[in-house]
């Protein structure tokens, strides 16, 4: 499930190069439309559902992964920690969380997200997160970071099942 996926490019992008998997954009009413006119025009329509709903109000349940790409450096804290919450409410026992986001690096360096986290701050409210800081609104809502794995300009945190 693809949450907060919006015109449901990223899970067409993955469901064309593989064969395999099925998978649900899941998004506000406005952005399903777009969705919905991607899936028919890439020929996916067979393994892809565009599902409507609001992530601060529950996100559908039972799927193998959940993605989060760009979608949590919108919101504060507290917004994002109810959005995790639902996620992890969601997820089954089996199920893994990938979040596609920035992850701040240590030190005063410049660097781009550092300065992606002041136009979020204005724009949006919301903000870029250090390691430390995603590992402790995870733990809030009740996930564990595993791992972080650098993917170009983004990082991927890879929340897993315990073993």
């Keep these: 499930v693809d949450v907060g996926g919006g015109n449901g490019t990223l899970l067409a992008h993955l469901l064309s190069r593989h064969a395999q998997l099925r998978g649900t954009v899941f998004e506000r009413a406005h952005a399903a ?3 919905r006119a991607l899936v028919a025009a890439r020929g996916l329509g067979d393994r892809c559902d565009v599902a409507v709903g609001d992530f601060f109000g529950e996100v559908p349940r039972g799927a193998d992964v959940y993605v989060l790409a760009r979608v949590l450096h919108d919101w504060d804290d507290e917004r994002a920690r109810a959005i995790l919450t ?9 199920a893994t ?14 660097h781009p ?7 979020m701050l204005a724009v949006t409210g919301g903000r870029e997160r250090n390691e430390a800081e995603w590992r402790s609104l995870l733990a809030l809502s009740g996930l564990s970071l595993g791992r972080v794995i ?14």
């Design 86 to 94: 639902n996620v992890a409410a969601a997820m089954e026992a089996k």
């Design 113 to 119: 997200c550092k300065w992606i986290d002041l136009q």
């Design 97 to 110: 969380l990938l979040i596609v986001d920035d992850v701040v690096p240590p030190g005063d360096a410049p």
């Design 33 to 35: 439309d777009a969705a």
């Design 150 to 163: 650098q993917r170009g300009p983004a990082s991927v945190l890879v929340i897993e099942p315990s073993p």
